[in-house]
């Protein structure tokens, strides 16, 4: 079954501090592995985007990476800052006929001063 | 004009009320898609129109009907909804239904609530 899991559901870290945001996923055949953030009662904004050749791409303080192997993908945001609080999405596009994307369920961040 | 536009903002609306959604985007994109977002819950697929055509239709009820009427715009006409269709309703864009990146651009969204 085509899954995308993200680890952790929830996390609460203090302003200027670097947080490491995980996803795992099963999909199969794979095109590309996607960031976004979403603010709360918003639309998601794309941070990256990833093939299989690419085993990491930053957008400013957010870095990406890949491991087409295992299967993994982390979101890496450096000295966070107030305004990162948001969920963040690992979404995969399934490299199938359709090409729909499966999503994760998100990792809800908290910035707090 | 990298922007996806979704009018209106909120939308209260009772059961047996008729009203539409409307969602634009000057890209020059052809694949163009409706999503439900209930809270706390990811994006679920709806439709996804490709070059103005119904290309795909996630079994959604009937009082949910999409329309195309052109490759800039799309709207959700919505009809005897149910309070549990209550949710975030997001457009988005993207170049074709091809290969490659294929970057999916949302808009806002819609905050709808069904009395």
């Known amino acids: 079954k085509n899954q995308v899991e993200q680890s952790p559901q929830s996390l609460i870290i203090l302003e200027g501090k670097n947080c490491t945001l995980q996803?795992?996923?099963?999909?199969?055949?794979?095109?590309?592995l996607r960031w976004y953030k979403q603010d709360t009662g918003r639309g998601p904004v794309s941070l990256t985007i990833m093939t299989f050749s690419e085993n990491t791409k930053s957008n400013g303080r957010y870095t990406a990476t890949l491991d087409a192997d295992t299967k993994q993908s982390s979101l890496h945001i450096t000295a966070s800052q107030l305004s990162d609080s948001a969920s963040y999405i690992c979404v995969v596009r399934y490299g199938g006929s359709q090409g729909n994307l499966i999503f994760g369920k998100g990792t809800k961040l908290s910035v707090k001063p | 004009d990298t922007e996806v536009t979704q009018t209106p903002k909120h939308l209260v609306m009772g059961m047996t009320n008729k009203k539409s959604l409307k969602c634009e985007q000057h890209m020059g994109h052809r694949a163009m898609y409706w999503y439900k977002q209930k809270a706390k819950k990811p994006p679920e697929l709806m439709f996804v129109y490709s070059y103005e055509k119904l290309s795909i239709n996630e079994s959604v009820p009937s009082r949910f009907s999409p329309e195309c009427p052109n490759s800039s715009l799309l709207n959700l006409h919505l009809h005897a909804l149910q309070p549990e269709d209550s949710a975030l309703y997001l457009c988005?864009?993207?170049?074709?239904?091809?290969?490659?990146?294929?970057?999916?651009?949302f808009g806002p969204g819609t905050r709808l609530t069904v009395l």
């Open positions: 988005a864009s993207s170049q074709d239904l091809g290969t490659g990146y294929n970057e999916q651009f």
């Open positions: 996803c795992n996923y099963t999909v199969s055949p794979f095109s590309n």
